[in-house]
């Protein structure tokens, strides 16, 4: 199975700064077709995940432009840009390169 | 606009089995795969399996098989999973998600969550 690695956040993060969070796969998500296979998810406190990047770097409808993807074939990084109060929670990374799809353990967002 | 509605919690009792429900509404039902995610308590998300309404045809995690059982009513556009012989192990909220038909597209869009309780 492809196991992926998140970092930790300085929590909590100041209001108005940036944040990034990294993520590690155990094997390259990029595919031959030129696509890498890596999205990223915001689960609020009590709600469901939502989806906020796929294929690496492209927003899903309706995020926000502060959110960014960014990376390699094997390491990537979600941006905040001006972190608000609305942006708690843990994101995770996921790879959809091959079965098992499997997500990182996450990382907490807290603000200042 | 685009819903998966999951049936209520369930207390269940070990060795027992439970059956969820997913109610899709706002799209067509068979053109996206169904999955299915587990999420123990505090901790990360983990893929089940899933299932294509059309055909019934389902990808699993090695880990879940036997364990959980994916079907669909087509007329409903109802998903179902079951999970039988039931551990305390089991205890986690159960989300359903769908995808694109496409190998690679991502969940875009996810049920409330069942929470399931095995305690005798």
């Known amino acids: 199975d492809i196991v992926m690695t998140q970092g930790a956040l300085p929590n909590p993060v100041p209001s108005g700064e940036s944040a990034s969070i990294t993520c590690q796969s155990s094997?390259?998500?990029?595919?031959?077709?030129?696509?890498?296979?890596l999205n990223w998810y915001l689960q609020r406190p009590g709600q469901s995940p939502q989806l906020l990047i796929y294929?690496?770097?492209t927003r899903a409808s309706g995020v926000s432009d502060r959110f960014s993807g960014s990376g390699s074939g094997t390491d990537f990084t979600l941006k905040i840009s001006r972190v608000e109060a609305e942006d708690v929670g843990v994101y995770y990374c996921?790879?959809?390169?091959?079965?098992?799809?499997?997500f990182g353990s996450g990382t907490k967002l807290e603000i200042k | 606009q685009v819903k998966l509605l999951q049936s209520g919690a369930a207390l269940v009792k070990p060795g027992a089995s439970v059956k969820m429900s997913c109610k899709a509404s706002?799209?067509?039902?068979?053109?996206?795969?169904v999955s299915w995610v587990k999420q123990s308590h505090g901790k990360s998300l983990e893929w089940i399996g899933e299932?294509?309404?059309?055909?019934?045809?389902?990808n699993f995690n090695e880990k879940f098989k036997g364990k959980a059982t994916l079907t669909v009513d087509k007329s409903t556009s109802t998903a179902y999973m079951e999970l039988s012989r039931l551990t305390s192990e089991d205890s986690a909220i159960y989300y359903c998600?769908?995808?694109?038909?496409?190998?690679?597209?991502?969940?875009?869009?996810w049920g409330q969550g069942v929470m399931v309780t095995v305690s005798s």
């Open positions: 706002g799209y067509t039902f068979t053109d996206y795969w």
């Open positions: 094997k390259s998500l990029l595919y031959s077709d030129g696509k890498t296979y």
């Open positions: 299932i294509y309404p059309n055909s019934g045809a389902t």
């Open positions: 998600t769908r995808r694109a038909l496409t190998t690679v597209a991502p969940f875009d869009y």
């Open positions: 996921q790879q959809f390169l091959e079965f098992p799809l499997t």
């Open positions: 294929w690496m770097s």
